[in-house]
């Protein structure tokens, strides 16, 4: 099931509701307010199961949700701030210890095939010319940092390259002949990916894996 049309079957189901409630005695005014974290319960599980998006992702959206709705129904004593920070540097360090390694040999990196960067408070720019780029990777702390790849080529046809950023912001410059693979885990933040599509199967590929948490990351 795509995005457009589970949030069709939702706003379906809500306009629903509130009809019902004009012409009886349902209130689904205080249901809704009760009960409306279990709509991101249900979302996460949809795409959990359906594993159109990142399983992180929609596995932290599903704790969400039950944490709302178990507030909600008082079910637990402290307040959904009380956990949500505790909560999102342990997801934040899972996603460091667990994350996918790339698919080269780290022997295989030299500063001029590969990107590593790292800022905390701080911010950087930095510009590649490798012609035999294979990828690497960034992590933005309440920071930034610019990379310039437009003028690297790919020699073996893909690269890899993994970004982090909290509460920060990455912006990625490509060559326009790439071809540009972007996935990963949204924390309330997100990625855009802003290249232009590139239908030709010879193209260079680059796969550009996220996380993001309260930040952003641009790829253009």
Known sequence: MSNRKLVGIILILLGIG?????????????????????????????????????????????????????????????????????????LVGLNFILSRKPNY??????????????VIFSGIKTLNYSQSFKGGTATALFGGIDIDLRGTNISDGEAYVELTAMFGGIDLLVPQD?????TGVPILGGWENKTILNTNPDAPVLKVKCFVAFGGIEVK
């Open 18 to 90: 509130f009809l019902l409630q004009q012409f009886t005695a349902f209130d689904f005014g205080d249901i809704l307010y009760t009960y409306w974290p279990s709509i991101l319960i249900i979302i996460g599980l949809v795409k959990l199961v359906q594993k159109q998006s990142s399983t992180l992702g929609n596995i932290i959206l599903i704790l969400i949700g039950a944490l709302f709705q178990a507030n909600r129904l008082g079910l637990i004593n402290y307040s959904f701030g009380d956990i949500f920070w505790p909560a999102i540097l342990i």
């Open 105 to 118: 040999s780290s022997d295989s990196l030299d500063e001029e095939s590969s990107v590593n960067n790292f």
């Open 178 to 182: 790439w071809k540009v693979e972007v």
